[in-house]
């Protein structure tokens, strides 16, 4: 166990729907990043916040939207869902604001849109 | 912005040999090289790292050396193991950049 949550798992769901994807950052990290992984690709950048606040976007679609709460846990949204959205999703925390630090990644959800 | 380059992408060794993978990045202000190790079904896992300010760290089997003048970065695992069988990344990092940069992934598979 990382001390990252991810939930759920899994997620089947199906064209157009939206789901949430929630993330536990491990206790006492302040930050959150969000990373995609689809088959055969390495980790692609979507998001990071640091305690409540975006601080750095990748190429995010419009459709994806992320948020971190006062508690720190984080939440990815992901709408109008496409065949080309499968894939893992992972949740990473770190200690420091900036790059300077190892991620320590969740388990990941892996998303199935049929 | 950053782009690391990851090599070889798949990688098959005897149980015993040493194992190396390299990988090259674009951005000179980079400075801070991790390497994570993902196993089948699991998240990425930090195994080691290393600073601009540092040529080389070791830990026990495994090592990362760093070329700063050619910015390119590698790990290296000694005395492997079918436990070392694995897919491999590495990524690259800048102080004021809050996000890293990671290759594409090595997958490496120890035969015993």
């Known amino acids: 166990d990382s001390g990252v949550t991810q939930t759920p798992k899994h997620l089947i769901t199906a064209t157009g729907q939206r789901v949430t994807l929630r993330c536990s950052p491990r206790?006492?990290?302040?930050?959150v990043y969000w990373y995609q992984q689809s088959l055969d690709q390495g980790l692609q950048f979507l998001i990071h916040?640091?305690?409540?606040?975006?601080?750095a976007k990748g190429n995010i679609l419009e459709r994806f939207s992320a948020q971190q709460f006062p508690d720190l846990h984080s939440e990815l949204n992901l709408s109008s869902l496409e065949l080309g959205d499968s894939a893992l999703y992972f949740c990473?925390?770190?200690?420091?604001?900036?790059?300077?630090?190892?991620?320590?990644f969740g388990s990941g959800t892996r998303l199935t849109v049929v | 912005g950053e782009n690391v380059e990851q090599h070889p992408s798949t990688l098959s060794v005897q149980e015993g040999d040493s194992a190396v993978i390299k990988c090259t990045y674009s951005?000179?202000?980079?400075?801070?090289f991790p390497w994570y190790k993902q196993e089948l079904g699991k998240g990425p896992q930090l195994i080691i790292d290393?600073?601009?300010?540092?040529g080389e760290k070791k830990d026990q089997r495994i090592a990362v050396t760093l070329n700063k003048t050619a910015k390119h970065f590698s790990l290296h695992i000694t005395e492997t193991q079918p436990e070392d069988s694995a897919v491999y990344f590495c990524?690259?990092?800048?102080?004021?950049?809050?996000?890293?940069?990671f290759g594409d992934g090595t997958t490496l598979t120890v035969k015993p």
């Open positions: 916040y640091y305690n409540g606040e975006e601080r």
């Open positions: 990524a690259a990092s800048r102080t004021n950049a809050g996000k890293s940069t």
């Open positions: 951005d000179s202000a980079s400075n801070y």
């Open positions: 206790s006492g990290d302040l930050s």
């Open positions: 990473a925390s770190s200690v420091a604001p900036k790059g300077t630090a190892g991620y320590t």
């Open positions: 290393i600073r601009s300010n540092v």
